[in-house]
């Protein structure tokens, strides 16, 4: 009987939602496509904003330079987001994350973004350092979420084949890299 009268969650945030202005939605969104923590200093020209909605408890700090919206909220947050309005915050964040070297969580938010050849590229680039900071299982599973037909170009079809064989060749299946190499087409 409690719970009955006791308002959802959904129901509290929504009407929380209603009572921020415009600019604390926003910076909401953006943080929201954040999987993990996003560096606090690509928004330290809103340090009142982001300081407001950690004293309403909707951010959080995490100590080693980072804030994301509390966890229990973010997917509340996330799905208050336009359909329209997601890649291109997906793609701000691929910026955030590619200029920190962050290259694995920059291709992840490029995909989000409906930019499948950036993020193709960014791992290709950057894999030997991402594979020595043992990111390459993450890699593997991010670029076999790229269909080739998502791709515009025979190269980046190519580069995403050579990435997937290397990375599979690396976890022991080798098999399944020689089946991806297979289907590499040279351009003539």
Known sequence: QTLVKTPSLEG???????????????VLRQLAVFRNPAPYDAWQNQFRILDQLRQRE??????????????????????????EQRPLLHLQAADIREARSEYVAASYHAVEGRQAARAVWL??????????????AM????????SPDDLPDVRDRIALRTARAELLQSAGKPEEAEHELNYIVTPA
Not at 12 to 25: K, M, N, P, T, V
Not at 123 to 136: A, D, L, P, T
Not at 139 to 146: D, F, K, T, V, Y
């Open 12 to 26: 509290l945030f929504s009407r929380l939602w209603r009572r921020l202005d415009e600019d604390e939605r926003q």
């Open 58 to 83: 909707l951010l959080q700090f995490d100590g080693y330079g980072g804030v994301q919206v509390v966890s229990h909220l973010q997917r509340l947050t996330y799905e208050r987001i336009p359909a």
């Open 123 to 136: 791992w290709f680039v950057h894999r030997n350092q991402e594979i020595e900071h043992g990111r390459g």
């Open 139 to 146: 890699a593997l599973s991010l670029l076999n979420q790229i």
